[in-house]
């Protein structure tokens, strides 16, 4: 086949895989008409390191998004019109295409400052062309609209500081002559105008011998005249001169200007094409983002399997909603696969997922797959997917499916992917599925893969060992009649007929003769699938039961085991403060024992017998000591797994409170003086529910506040802003901070402006500055607060 045909093939293919519907939405998150147009240009790269090095510049600008490190994509002005004409020698641009180019100049100085020096995106960057001293020169030369600045140039300024004048002391010689103009002459209202570029006086018509002159002009009646008095013709003359001298000067400024630029044509066209490359992997970053894409490992044909972890077909995910994602994992000697199964069921959106995934990862967009997923660098895509019906070419839909058929089978190889939905049918159902099974044959034998969904019943019988045919399906819930999505190899599907039919209720009779007039050998393989289905579903429903039984024991472990340390620390506290309370009890008695004694000492015996008691009393107050040591060595302390909030507990100064909030290793106490303190677990002691805070006593709680000296608003839009500085203002009067750090970035400058114009607005800032070197330069915007 010519290389024509073999283009046109691949066109075919693209448009039954709707690739540009797809490209159109991920060129809608680009900023720039330029861009956008890049996106739908993207077609798949012939060698396999480009599309690898294309990828890996998204997946990096992804990277850099996410850090919010980026301030945007600058803008993109539509200038190659401007560069072609620039590169004529002795061509003069327009002031309006001169600050186009001004533009240029600016993007690519801004988007130079934001791009990393190293990485996969310094090419872009090393592309980008800028020069702040030409930017500046064109600047102070042209305004915003493209007008000539009068201090472009001496002679420029005065001239038309002379333009002026003549024409002020013009205007008010013309006021003063109308002014002196007879009433029947004057014009009610009338005022000097312009007519064909010169100040004229409106004049009634009969006054026009009175006046004299040269008539520029007449109103849509006739009745007055526009005239130039002839007093005022030398001065207007003049005029004319000055404006001939400004037109000269303002043609030589763009003259100058123009050749300025003319040397750095190239470069600047270069630095188009970087910012509108750029632009397109800004987008193809934010699609892959949205579609929670991960680049896929690019292999070379033949040398790796097919694997598509959690695919997703695009255009479902641009609609929204929830999409069931499908992973497909074939072997090398895996080349031709028969997806089976009833109607509806998802087969022809599986078919193009599949073409899509690789179309997109070799055009260097990440398509809407999991990690873990490798896709062939395949070199050809073959797609029959659809209705090929044609009534301009007289071609039947049988016809036109063998037509795309023939150029299949003459160009697919081993570098191909091949795609076709409902192989065979169209026509009488026995020579159809012959059709199909010599092709899928002749396809295996040409190493190329090929995917086929059919509902005939002899394609699901070639899945023989050595064939290199495997039979798949997707799954069908035969009790809720409706497809679950989930593909599932080595196993044909069952189409359902039947079933669907008798859910539609077709009458009985025809249903009964439909089932008897089924061949044996069909009945019996869907009695065998239906029965493997029953038995799968048993066995999921199964391993689904084990693994919530699974779960919940788990819980009820973690839950007993936490409940047996709560009560051993409990155990240990009541015996510590049991055996501490008999000691104190003890030494209470051995004080009174000692005050008794004292009072009723009067022998020497008597000396003996207070030796005596006094031992006693401190045997056993030490017997006590060493038992409650040995219980718990040291009094119980809280952990977060052996009390809970609002537990009762004293602290370390012997401080009593309760707990009102757990925090990792620490927890917030609130005293019964009503403080509330964030103290280590470590150094609470639980007291026990008996006690409470002292009844009457007057409780008071400080307000807690979450408050930071910075707020990052990187990576933020500019509605964005109000929101999170307001809410970190608040918070940092609420803490008394005495300044807060504002981290809005360089950028483009708009996150920026929008913060200084709230600060300004807001009555608690008392003064604002730029941060220093060593806190972020003009990134950053440190406030003072009242």
Request: include cysteine; charge should be negative.
């Amino acid at each position: 086949m010519s290389d024509r045909a073999e283009a046109d093939g691949q066109a075919h293919a693209l448009r039954v895989l709707e690739l540009d519907r797809i490209l159109d939405a991920v060129g809608a998150r680009a900023t720039s008409p330029l861009g956008r147009a890049a996106v739908r240009s993207l077609r798949p790269l012939a060698v396999l390191e480009d599309a690898e090095a294309e990828l890996s510049r998204v997946q990096a600008l992804r990277e850099c998004l996410s850090e919010g490190e980026f301030g945007g994509v600058p803008a993109i002005p539509e200038t190659h019109s401007n560069l072609r004409e620039l590169g004529v020698e002795g061509s003069v641009l327009t002031g309006l295409a001169l600050r186009g180019l001004h533009a240029l100049l600016m993007s690519g100085r801004l988007l130079t400052r934001e791009l990393p020096e190293t990485g996969p995106l310094e090419p872009i960057r090393g592309d980008l062309f800028s020069d702040p001293a030409l930017e500046q020169a064109l600047d102070r030369a042209l305004d915003p609209d493209g007008t000539v600045r009068d201090q472009a140039s001496k002679e420029l300024a005065r001239v038309r500081r002379e333009i002026r004048q003549v024409a002020a002391d013009l205007v008010r010689a013309l006021e003063r002559t109308m002014s002196e103009l007879p009433d029947r002459f004057r014009v009610a209202d009338a005022s000097v105008t312009l007519r064909a570029g010169r100040y004229v006086i409106p004049v009634r018509r009969e006054g026009r011998s009175a006046v004299g002159g040269i008539v520029h002009d007449q109103s849509a009646t006739g009745a007055t005249l526009f005239v130039e008095p002839p007093g005022q013709v030398e001065r207007m003359n003049r005029l004319r001169e000055l404006e001939l001298a400004e037109a000269r000067e303002v043609h030589r400024v763009l003259a100058e200007s123009t050749a300025a630029l003319r040397p750095h044509a190239v470069a600047l066209r270069g630095s188009l094409d970087a910012l509108v490359r750029f632009d397109s992997l800004y987008a193809r970053a934010r699609t892959a983002d949205a579609w929670g894409g991960h680049v896929p490992a690019l292999t070379p044909v033949g040398s790796g399997a097919l694997n598509i972890v959690d695919g997703r077909h695009p255009l479902l995910l641009e609609r929204g909603g929830d999409v069931v994602p499908f992973s497909l994992s074939l072997d090398r000697d895996e080349r031709v696969i028969v997806v089976s199964g009833p109607n509806t069921g998802g087969k022809t959106v599986l078919l193009k997922t599949i073409g899509v995934v690789p179309l997109l990862a070799l055009s260097g967009v990440v398509p809407p797959v999991g990690p873990g997923s490798r896709v062939p660098a395949f070199r050809r895509v073959f797609a029959d997917i659809g209705d090929e019906q044609s009534i301009q070419d007289d071609l039947s839909t049988f016809s036109a499916h063998v037509t795309n058929l023939r150029h299949i089978l003459e160009e697919a190889a081993g570098d191909s992917l091949v795609l076709m939905d409902e192989l065979g049918t169209g026509t009488d159902p026995a020579e159809g599925a012959a059709l199909a099974q010599a092709a899928l044959e002749h396809l295996g034998a040409s190493g190329a893969l090929a995917i086929a969904t059919s509902h005939l019943g002899q394609l699901k019988r070639l899945d023989t060992p050595g064939s290199g045919i495997v039979n798949a399906s997707l799954q069908f819930d035969s009790e809720q009649m409706q497809p679950t999505y989930r593909f599932v190899k080595g196993r044909p599907g069952r189409s359902f007929g039947l079933a669907i039919g008798r859910r539609l209720r077709l009458p009985a009779n025809v249903l009964e003769r439909a089932a008897a007039l089924v061949t044996e050998e069909d009945a019996r393989q869907d009695d065998l699938l239906e029965r493997l289905e029953r038995e799968e579903r048993r066995a999921r429903e199964l391993a689904e039961r084990l693994d919530a039984e699974r779960i919940e024991m788990s819980d009820l472990r973690e839950t007993l085991t936490r409940r047996e340390r709560e009560v051993e620390a409990k155990e240990r506290d009541v015996e510590v403060r049991s055996h501490e309370e008999a000691r104190r009890v003890l030494m209470e008695a051995r004080a009174e024992v000692e005050r008794a004694i004292s009072e009723g000492r009067s022998a020497a015996g008597d000396a003996d017998v207070e030796r005596t008691a006094r031992r006693r009393l401190e045997d056993a107050a030490s017997r006590h000591r060493e038992v409650a040591e040995q219980s718990g060595g040291r009094e119980a302390v809280v952990t977060e797994s052996t009390v809970d909030v609002g537990a009762r507990v004293r602290l370390a100064g012997g401080a009593k409170g309760t707990l009102v909030e757990l925090d990792g290793d620490a927890g917030f106490v609130e005293l019964d003086g009503g403080i509330r303190m964030n103290v280590p677990l470590r150094e609470l002691v639980p007291t026990g529910p008996e006690e409470r805070a002292a009844k009457g006593s007057v409780r008071w709680s400080e307000a807690t506040v979450d408050a930071s000296t910075e707020v990052d608003l990187r990576g933020l839009r500019v509605d964005e802003v109000a929101g999170k500085l307001i809410g970190a203002l608040d918070r940092a009067v609420l803490a008394d901070l005495p300044s807060l750090r504002i981290i809005h970035g360089k950028g483009t400058g708009a996150v920026k402006a929008r913060v200084l114009e709230l600060i300004r607005e807001d009555p608690r800032v008392l003064e604002f500055a730029p941060g220093g070197q060593n806190q972020g330069g003009t990134g950053v915007t440190v406030i003072t607060l009242r």
